[in-house]
């Protein structure tokens, strides 16, 4: 009850002159108003950026094959064709992280249709996996190729916009037939527009096919099959007849010093890379570990040897970027704030000359019992009260004014409960600091002084 009569008798002080103590709320208005505009710009912003580097990829990791090296000399990233298609399909069976993997290869060749030609910037022998982790499920026209396809190397492809553009202007391509390296593909899907990337780089100059049809029939890679193999090695054990006589073989055989030197590269269908994607950006490291032990395993490296693959993520990319964000966030955050101390100024301002003026109400209230702490009690609940208040407008005009930003520049914003209650919770400290300084002059009146004051 104590508390009630308190706060009611504080409300009614301030009713005495409403004018005024609007007015004194107004820079509590503006600065509540201000942060949570700029917390839900912000917040909006930052959803944003991360959106977009997921749509670009930010929970991919790339695995490359590794480095060849001879005499010392190393030949760069990629010289050493380790990686096949049962890496990437043991990699999605056996690790949980990793939420898809699709094996890539890569082409750069003209397409052709009619008498129109274009060279798209990026050419994928993939698996429909690769939509998925790159985003791409909705297309613009058509439908993606399927497993099926890449299992029998079907002549099919997806188009990107910019080769859609350049080739067929305002014509759907879905259904015609274009040449790749002399080859015919037959056109099933455009895939939908993404831009460019964080590098400027067109992602939409690209051409998407199974990964079998670009290896084996657009790269030239022959599938060497087991006839084939034991037809070739028959044919080599059968060339000793044309030396008869000595018996002794067409070409020496290697020493383990040579073969330990220069070992025989092992023939098999290796693809240029495996696009991954983990089970969300947290798993991004335990992803990598996991992908590492299977990969050694499987390509049987010792403990201590090198790996003969690399694996890249993005990681740093949108650790810069989400710092940047949160940087401007937060300078734009205490921007604001410096409206609610001016606010709180003026608080204190209009309290001190509240106080002057009810010098005679306190020394009144004193002589018939009051005790200091009341008093104190009474103009910090003022203080408080007119803070909440225009906490409350502030919260109402910061939201409908980040709305009408979105509305009129078309920003992104997104609302944040974390940012109300922090506004309502600097508000009330606002009240209490800036409205303790008059309480306690209050409070330390002499009452006979008080009554005497004119």
Known sequence: MKVYRTVRTALKSLMRNPMRAMLTTLGIVIGVGAVIAMMEIGVGSSTAIKNTIASMGANVLLVFPGTAASAGVTFGAGTVMTLTAEDAEAILRECPSVRNAAPVVRARTQVVYGNKNWVPSVMYGTTPAFLDIRDWTELAEGEPFTERDVMAANKVCLLGQTVARELFGDESPVGKEVRVKNVSFRVVGVLSPKGANMMGVDQDDILL????????????????????????????????????????????????????????????????????????????????????????????????????????????????LSSTTTLMTNM?????????????????????????????????????????????????????????VGGMVGIAVGHGGSRLVSATLGWPVESSPEAVAAAVGVSAAVGIIFGFYPAWKASKMDPIEALRYE
């Open 209 to 320: 096919a199974p990964w079998t049809t670009i290896k084996y029939r657009v790269t030239g890679s022959p599938v060497q099959t087991e006839t084939q193999a034991s037809s070739s090695s028959s044919t080599r054990s059968s060339s000793s007849g044309l030396y008869p006589g000595s018996g002794a073989k067409l070409y020496p055989e290697r020493s383990e010093a040579q073969a330990a030197s220069q070992p025989m590269p092992v023939r098999f269908n290796n693809i240029d890379q495996i696009l991954l994607a983990a089970r969300s950006a947290e798993e991004i490291p335990l992803a990598i570990e996991e992908v590492k032990l299977l990969l050694r395993e499987r390509h049987r490296i010792r403990p201590g040897e090198p790996d003969d693959f690399n694996i890249r993520d993005m990681t740093e990319v949108t650790r810069t």
């Open 332 to 388: 734009l955050l205490w921007v604001a704030m410096v409206s609610l101390v001016v606010g709180g100024v003026g608080i204190m301002n209009i309290m001190l000359v509240s106080v002057t003026e009810r010098t005679r109400e306190i020394g009144l209230r004193m002589a018939v019992g009051a005790r200091a702490r009341d008093v104190l009690q009474q103009f910090l609940t003022e203080a408080v009260v007119l803070c909440l």
